[in-house]
């Protein structure tokens, strides 16, 4: 089967540096990708790694190792808006088009 | 505002009743997708379209669950006989870049309650 391991929540301090961690299990692979999705609203893209190592984008950086099945997503210099659930997701061996996500983990982040 | 709509927001029904939802995707995107998500869990995938054509549906799927894109633009999900078990935000998502590097524009979502 395929599966998506992230903590389901994370605590930090505004200001400060947050990992966010991803494992997952597939039988093909076809990339790491990355959502950003408040309270009540929709997941939006945040970044995707197909190869390994790691990406940055702004304040957002995602890494990805292949070999150990294993991504992160890291935030610095948080804000209090970036208090929302950030959820990994791959493609699906059952179909290349199915992007299978994780549970989510939800970032509190306090003054 | 040119991004994925979705059509109601929100739903109330009762059980044993068919409901139809519609989403339109942004005008040049050609691969749409329907998912449903569930408090405090991801998105789970249920069909997805390429233009007109149905190419992937989920296993775990319910005859129950159809969805539509006739002309290759916006696409409908019919629900029959709905359960209390399909509570639940369907939202929908489009995209026009194929492949693994692919970003999904999502909807707004409509909210289901089956009473």
């Known amino acids: 089967g395929q599966s998506l391991e992230q903590p389901s929540e994370v605590t930090a301090v505004e200001g400060a540096i947050v990992q966010i961690n991803c494992t997952y299990q597939?039988?093909?692979?076809?990339?790491l990708s990355w959502y950003q999705q408040h309270d009540g609203g929709a997941p939006t893209f945040l970044s995707y790694?197909?190869l390994d190592g790691l990406e940055e984008t702004g304040r957002f950086s995602s890494f990805l190792s292949r070999s150990d099945s294993y991504g992160y997503l890291l935030l610095q210099e948080l804000q209090m808006k970036d208090s929302a659930s950030y959820f990994c997701?791959?493609?699906?061996?059952?179909?290349?088009?199915?992007?299978?996500w994780g549970a989510g983990t939800k970032l509190i982040i306090k003054p | 505002d040119t991004g994925v709509s979705q059509n109601p927001r929100h739903k109330i029904t009762k059980r044993g009743q068919n409901v139809t939802f519609r989403c339109d995707p942004i005008?040049?995107?050609?691969?749409l997708y329907w998912y449903r998500q569930t408090l405090g869990q991801g998105p789970e995938f249920l069909t997805y379209?390429?233009?007109?054509?149905?190419?992937?549906k989920s296993r775990l799927l319910s005859d129950r669950f159809s969805a539509e894109r006739p002309k290759g633009s916006f696409s409908t999900l019919e629900i029959q006989r709905t359960e209390q078990g399909d509570s639940a935000m369907y939202l929908c998502?489009?995209?026009?870049?194929?492949?693994?590097?692919?970003?999904?524009?999502f909807g707004p979502g409509t909210r289901l309650l089956v009473l």
């Open positions: 998502a489009s995209s026009t870049r194929p492949g693994g590097q692919e970003t999904q524009y």
């Open positions: 005008s040049e995107h050609n691969r």
């Open positions: 379209f390429q233009n007109e054509a149905q190419l992937e």
């Open positions: 597939t039988s093909g692979f076809y990339g």
């Open positions: 790694n197909a």
């Open positions: 997701a791959v493609r699906g061996s059952g179909g290349k088009n199915q992007l299978i």
